[in-house]
């Protein structure tokens, strides 16, 4: 006897193949029958339970189809044109006087079937569309009413030309897949982890003949007519699987069975006026490579080996640890590498110049591989350009194992108009204000997210969240906070609207920060939120209680802008003023010192080009600004390439000229970062105060205004005598010059970057009291330094103080 193989967990095969011709089965060779074994990363979830359903015996045989039942034809139709709000309540199995009612919808199919536990029935093929000759190919519904009971499990059997047949569960007699909290808590702007109820997420349902493997679609399109999940598992059909509105919700859900990780996707929504629009996924976790569009379906097999270093992270305070962080763009750092690439070149250099942490410009997919990233098209998914989103938690987990801290870009405050993506996702605004003056952001001709709404707040935060736990990120730099949280940024009068008391702050972009950086260091302790705010606004590191947005850290573009200003640092022997003033605003948050992506392009100029003279000069003023830099309040960033002083900007297609490191010159600027690296990591002093003003001390250099000095020094570490003076002379002229130290003891030259000529260090004396010494025996000491040097002097109870 032939025999139809069932298992369900692992696909269909056969043992002999004529039945299978007499029933229409089979292809051409009579053995095109085809399911494909689900992938073990396609069964994450528990399997859902189906209803049990009563089964008989099984015989194999066929029953004719009957007529379909009158009636069907409009809200086939309403299915048919992507307009009905419960295609579930259509299509799929009910009740009948004749027994069991089942309609199916497969475009592009030539026959289907209805198989039992007992025979196999051959369904009809129905056109609803009336016949006035323009309805063109038959649209694949096909109905009968089938002499079973009512509830009985069955499995579709289904061709295409040229017969090809496959079998599949119906996923229209599959419960809801979006947890029953979840309209509510988007509502109400509460959910945290929108990830885990809407998207794409492969799932295993269960059925009395076995559990069933598939993915659950939901997408919130609130304003949407009528939504279907379309893709590469049905030939990106017209109309792929119409998907139902949760009621009193504007959740889309549907389950489609055989669908695992891998699978290419997208949502055509219909409009409110009438029109189709096919779009990406907003929560999609994986994105095909651009220039394609689609979304992925993905499910996460990494085995992440990181807990150690997640206990130590949350731990302590970041402000209270050391941070120099070495800022990377992934696709440009060494052009073609990928995630696995990047793990076995870029982790190994990072710790070999001790960076602590670094920072990856925005991963989240965007259209544009030459540009930062910053125009995101998904909030959730990491580039596809470098492999897939595993690719990235490997390159983390290898980080994390360097004893290395990522932090990445995180984009929200705008996105991108393109079509496909999130702007009038459903047909009229959602993600962005409905106000045009609002939503629009004129200085990157992309659009705001509505803050004020709580399912946009909800699908942020969500972000925030995911990429901190499901990618173990140990921070987020926020980018372009001043552009949400002011109306008039970059507008001209007229041109933006007042807040409800009429003022230029955006209420609610301030109140959706506070609750990120509230639900994220209540969350994830140790893990850092960073602010590029470049606005005047004081207290962007001050707890919410204080009228501050909390962030952990603030990028200090004071500093950058006194530091690198028009002709250098100090350019031509001028006085220090612009450097000097940077100490009087060094604590007035906790700050990230930052000489950034932004600042090697544009015509602005490396500090390399930025700085005058020949080559000699120019490497001697970069090791003197750099040491500067280590010794002074607040963390430290740079963008690759500073790391040895490169002189050319920026290139998305060559990224830094590597082949400088054979000059000496720049060689040994990517020396001393080292070095720098290594002290600054073992010195408490210049790290566990930052951003209290005891943590800071100006040094009097009367003798000559062209020098900055000061000292660094805890209260919080008295046994660790890690106190450190910074002189730098940034001018073209040697100065010798006597600064007084607050602090008695011995001290030692740790840091000297005079290229051609050593600085001459003599302690001269303890001063007397009645000079206005701020302690007993502090000292004075002279500093003879060459042009373009700066030296740390470290305190050392061990040792002997030079003479």
């Known amino acids: 006897m032939d025999v139809l193989q069932v298992d369900e967990k692992i696909g269909i095969r056969f043992t002999h193949t004529p039945i299978l011709d007499q029933y229409g089965i089979g292809g051409a060779d009579g053995a095109r029958l085809h399911v494909s074994p689900p992938s073990p990363a396609a069964v994450p979830a528990p399997v859902r339970p189906h209803p049990p359903v009563r089964t008989r015996k099984r015989t194999d045989m066929t029953r004719p189809p009957a007529e379909p039942p009158p009636g069907d034809a409009a809200a086939l139709l309403r299915v048919l044109r992507l307009e009905h709000p419960d295609p579930h309540a259509v299509l799929g199995a009910f009740p009948h006087p004749g027994g069991t009612v089942v309609r199916v919808l497969k475009p592009g199919a030539t026959a289907v079937s209805v198989r039992t536990a007992d025979a196999l029935h051959p369904l009809a093929p129905v056109d609803p569309r009336p016949a006035d000759g323009r309805g063109g190919p038959h649209p694949g519904t096909f109905a009968a009413v089938l002499p079973v009971a009512a509830g009985e499990d069955y499995r579709l059997v289904v061709t295409y030309p040229p017969g090809r047949t496959y079998v599949t569960p119906d996923g229209y007699t599959m419960p809801t897949t979006v947890p029953g909290d979840t309209p509510r808590r988007l509502a109400a702007g509460t959910h945290r982890r929108l990830w885990e109820a809407l998207g794409a997420r492969p799932t295993m349902m269960g059925t009395p003949t076995g559990a069933v493997s598939g993915t659950a679609f939901a997408v919130w399109a609130p304003h949407a007519r009528g939504v279907a999940v379309i893709g590469g598992f049905d030939g990106w059909s017209e109309l792929g699987a119409p998907m139902r509105r949760l009621p009193g919700t504007g959740v889309w859900e549907v389950f489609v069975p055989g669908v695992g ?104 997919e965007h259209p544009y591989g030459g540009s930062w990233g910053y125009q995101v098209t998904s909030q959730f998914a990491p580039t596809a350009r470098f492999g897939d989103p595993d690719g990235l938690r490997r390159l983390v987990d290898a980080f994390h194992a360097a004893g290395i801290g990522v932090i990445a870009d995180w984009v929200p405050a705008h996105f991108p108009r393109d079509g496909w993506a999130l702007a009038r996702f459903d047909g009229e605004a959602l993600y962005e204000p409905g106000d045009p003056l609002r939503a629009d952001h004129p200085d990157w001709g992309t659009l705001t997210f509505d803050l004020a709404r709580p399912q946009i707040r909800a699908f942020l935060l969500s972000s925030a969240l995911y990429w901190i736990e499901r990618f173990h990120l140990d921070g987020l730099r926020v980018d372009a906070v001043a552009s949400m949280i002011y109306r ?274 003599r302690i001269d004396g303890e001063v007397d009291s009645g000079d206005g010494a701020d302690e007993a025996g502090a000292l004075r000491i002279r500093v003879a330094l060459p042009a373009r040097s700066t030296v740390w002097l470290v305190r050392d109870p061990a040792g002997r103080s030079p003479r």
């Open 261 to 364: 990780p891998g699978e290419l996707y997208k949502f055509r929504i219909r409009a409110p006026d009438g029109t189709l629009a096919d779009r990406a996924d907003p929560m999609a976790r994986w994105a095909e490579a651009p220039p394609n569009t689609a979304s992925r379906v993905t499910a996460e097999r990494h085995r992440w080996r990181d807990d150690a270093w997640l206990r130590r992270r949350a731990a302590v305070d970041p402000r209270r640890r050391p941070m120099s962080v070495y800022e990377v763009h992934l696709g440009s750092w060494r052009p073609g590498l990928d995630y696995d690439g990047l793990a076995a070149e870029l982790v190994p250099y990072v710790a070999h110049l001790g960076f602590t942490h670094v920072e990856l410009l925005p991963v989240a």
């Open 488 to 761: 008039d940024y970059s507008r001209r009068a007229g041109r933006w609207t007042p807040n409800a008391r009429g003022g230029r702050e955006d209420l609610a972009a301030a109140g959706f920060l506070r609750e990120l950086t509230a639900t994220v260091s209540r969350l994830h302790p140790g893990v850092s939120l960073i602010a590029e705010d470049s606005s005047l606004r004081p207290g962007t590191t001050a707890p919410a209680a204080r009228g501050g947005l909390g962030f952990t850290f603030r990028w200090n573009l004071g500093w950058m802008h006194d530091t690198l200003g028009a002709g250098g640092p100090l350019p031509g022997g001028g006085p220090p003023a612009r450097a000097a003033r940077t100490l009087d605003y060094a604590c007035d948050e906790h700050y990230v010192l930052p000489i950034s992506h932004d600042e090697v392009v544009h015509g602005k100029g490396t500090p390399w080009q930025r700085f005058s003279g020949p080559p000699e000069q120019r490497a001697e003023r970069v090791r003197a600004l750099l040491a500067a830099m280590w010794a002074h309040p607040g963390k430290k960033l740079l963008f690759m390439g500073q790391e040895y002083g490169q002189a050319s900007e920026w290139s998305d297609l060559y990224g830094p000229d590597w082949g400088q490191l054979r000059d000496p010159l720049h060689d040994g600027v990517r020396a001393l970062v080292a070095r720098l690296n290594a002290l600054y990591r073992s010195i408490p002093a210049l790290w566990l105060d930052d951003g209290t003003p005891g943590g800071v001390a100006r040094l009097t250099a009367a003798e000559d205004p062209r020098v900055l000095a000061f000292a660094r020094h805890t209260a919080h570490a008295p046994a660790l005598a890690s106190s450190v003076i910074c002189v730098a002379n940034l001018s073209d002229l040697p100065v010798d010059t006597r600064i007084r130290s607050p602090f008695a003891g011995a001290w030692r030259v740790a840091v000297d970057t005079g290229h051609r000529e050593p600085a001459r260090v």
